[in-house]
């Protein structure tokens, strides 16, 4: 598992791999090495929380406009080499809701 400067420059990589512009960078380490934080993205954010006495870490990439958030899911998955990925798509924004 990473530390946190590992897991802010894989931040950094992901949203450079994307194409979002990174506007600054809060991590918070824990002792035992547990890190949350959060890469803040003029095209919205990057979160993240890692626990690695169980080997776990959560990543939530939240994107607008032209970024590619299966670039940035790429380039961390590559950071972190999970054994298992569990992912979810949200569309965001406006969607057609239908009419009653």
Same mark, same amino acid.
């Given at each position: 598992?990473?530390?946190?400067?590992?897991?802010?420059? !894989?931040? =950094? $990589? !992901?949203?450079? !791999? !994307?194409?979002? =512009?990174?506007?600054?960078?809060?991590? +918070?380490?824990?002792?035992?090495?547990?890190?949350?934080?959060?890469?803040?993205?003029?095209?919205? +954010?990057?979160?993240? +929380?890692?626990?690695?006495?169980?080997?776990?870490?959560?990543?939530?990439?939240?994107?607008?406009?032209?970024?590619?958030?299966? =670039?940035? $899911?790429?380039?961390?998955?590559?950071?972190?080499?999970?054994? =298992?990925?569990?992912?979810?798509?949200?569309? $965001?924004?406006?969607?057609?809701?239908?009419?009653?």
């Amino acid at each position: 598992m990473l530390d946190a400067a590992g897991i802010e420059a !894989a931040l =950094r $990589r !992901a949203a450079a !791999a !994307a194409g979002a =512009r990174v506007l600054g960078a809060m991590l +918070h380490p824990f002792p035992g090495g547990g890190v949350t934080g959060v890469l803040l993205l003029a095209e919205s +954010h990057i979160s993240v +929380h890692s626990w690695p006495e169980t080997g776990f870490v959560a990543l939530d990439i939240f994107m607008c406009g032209a970024s590619d958030v299966d =670039r940035a $899911r790429a380039v961390l998955e590559a950071a972190f080499e999970p054994a =298992r990925v569990s992912a979810t798509l949200c569309a $965001r924004g406006p969607q057609e809701m239908p009419v009653s």
